[in-house]
């Protein structure tokens, strides 16, 4: 039962792991933002790894909103007071994810493509490639095609990350990769996409050098990938 429909007020403290988890879920699901940013703290109090915070209590808490979402139970401002609450507690988990002073492996470019407003899963990408040791640059939402390009010219990344949401936004992932193929380009850049709709299939298809289904694996890839790079230019 609800907090409204008892007329308690619940204690997020008195809760026990399990209880808080369920409770944050709920929280996230109607929106609030302070509610899960002091679940959020409980948690690291209680000794909980920031990156289990994040994937167990958060990322948790949205797949169920999906899951409404894709349903016709929840509909776009609801999901918006979800992704401001999961923002909030993503807010404290940044510092923690990112190791200070951790000598920098590799750079990254990462934004999301043209025509696409979802940024959650590319922010939390950010955040853990931050926590690995890899300096990011985020281009935010809605990159055509020059954003990405002029990111490039500039910031001299190793990695340039695509994230897009949307059946109807992904195959502008290639557009992009075309046009860096077409100016000479795609060579002097490690490509990594994600994003829910796409796999590792629609990855290679587009000419990625891998798709990552999540921040996890995005880490992983991005290191093997540089490793692999910086071999073979020692070799060559
Ligand atoms: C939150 C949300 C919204 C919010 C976005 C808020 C925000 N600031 O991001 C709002 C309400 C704005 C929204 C709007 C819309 N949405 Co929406 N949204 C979602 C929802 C529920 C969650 C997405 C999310 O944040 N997931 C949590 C994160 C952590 O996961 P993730 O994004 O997948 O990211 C992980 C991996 O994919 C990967 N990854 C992601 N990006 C990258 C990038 C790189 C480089 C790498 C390596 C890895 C990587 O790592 C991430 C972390 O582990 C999804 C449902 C779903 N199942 O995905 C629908 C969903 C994506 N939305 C959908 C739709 C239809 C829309 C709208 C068109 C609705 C409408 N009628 O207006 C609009 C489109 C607006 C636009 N032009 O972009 C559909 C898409 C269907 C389709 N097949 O295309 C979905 C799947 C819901 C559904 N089932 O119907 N949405």
Not at 147 to 153: D, K, N
Not at 206 to 226: P, S
Request: proline letters at 3%.
């Amino acid at each position: 039962m609800s907090e409204e429909e008892t007329g308690e007020e619940i204690i997020l403290s008195e809760l026990d792991d399990a209880e808080l988890v369920e409770q944050m879920f709920d929280d996230l699901y109607d929106g609030m933002r302070e509610e899960i940013e002091e679940g959020v703290r409980i948690l690291l109090d209680r000794g909980w790894a920031p990156y289990k915070v994040l994937t167990e209590a958060l990322v948790g808490g949205m797949k169920i909103v999906g899951e409404d979402f894709r349903d016709g139970i929840l509909f776009v401002p609801e999901v918006l007071l979800a992704a401001n609450a999961m923002k909030g507690g993503m807010a404290i988990l940044k510092p923690l994810l990112a190791e200070t002073g951790a000598p920098t492996i590799g750079k990254m470019v990462i934004g999301t493509v043209k025509g696409d407003i979802h940024d959650i899963g590319k922010n939390l990408v950010s955040m853990m490639m931050e926590g690995a040791g890899f300096e990011v640059v985020d281009l935010g939402i809605n990159n055509a095609v020059e954003a990405y390009l002029e990111a490039m010219e500039a910031e001299k990344p190793d990695i340039l990350g695509m994230s897009a949401l949307l059946t109807t936004t992904m195959p502008y992932m290639k557009v992009v990769i075309d046009t860096m193929v077409a100016q000479g380009l795609r060579d002097d850049y490690i490509v990594l996409v994600g994003g829910a709709p796409l796999n590792e299939e629609f990855g290679r298809a587009i000419g990625a050098d891998a798709y990552c289904r999540d921040a996890a694996v995005a880490v992983e890839t991005a290191k093997a990938l540089i490793a692999r790079r910086h071999n073979s230019a020692a070799a060559g």
